[in-house]
């Protein structure tokens, strides 16, 4: 998985990708620090809450659902 990321102002905004740069859609992006979410829409892209400092982790839907954070 691939991401890159882009902020303006507490907005982050990026795109995820696989290794040959398809999007991903229906990735769990989430903030470590703050436990907001997001998810990539159909074309890999994403806007979440986020300062530079904090920590994201990217998730991808497995077959049973989303793993618990």
Known sequence: MCFSLQFFSQQLYGIVTD???NPLPAVLVFNLQTEKKAYTDLNG???I???PS???RF???GLNGLPRL
């Open 19 to 21: 290794e040959d740069q």
């Open 45 to 47: 892209q994403f806007t």
């Open 49 to 51: 809450e986020a300062k």
């Open 54 to 56: 904090q920590g994201l």
């Open 59 to 61: 998730v991808r839907e």
